[in-house]
Nanobody, 115 residues
């Protein structure tokens, strides 16, 4: 069973920043597209951003000015830097690894934006 381990969630005030990280096995990290999704209460899970094995990035259009996805190939981790956070960013954030028909998910990390 492939394990994706997220970290970095928490409580932050509006306007603040958070950095989420996801550690993956090397065999997954080198081949799969790694991404972040989020799911707010009562809403469907939605894509936030992803980064291919070659480093190409994609961002959800409404978020792209405030987020950056990156990879650390030495540590087999993918990170999501989120700035200027808003209460509507409150959600469980999930790490995702995808290659062809194979998809793996992390357990999720809670991000709460509140004063």
């Amino acid at each position: 069973q492939v394990q994706l381990v997220e970290s970095g969630g928490g409580l932050v005030q509006p306007g603040g920043s958070l950095r989420l990280s996801c550690a993956a096995p090397g065999s997954i990290f080198r081949l799969y597209t790694m991404g972040w999704y989020r799911q707010a209460p009562g809403k469907q899970r939605e894509l936030v951003a992803h980064i291919s094995s070659g480093g190409s990035t994609y961002y959800e259009d409404s978020l792209k000015d405030r987020i950056t996805i990156s990879k650390d190939n030495a540590k087999n981790t993918v990170s999501l830097q989120m700035n200027s956070l808003k209460p509507e960013d409150t959600a469980v954030y999930y790490c995702n690894a995808r290659w062809r028909s194979e998809v793996y998910w992390g357990q999720g990390t809670q991000v709460t934006v509140s004063s």
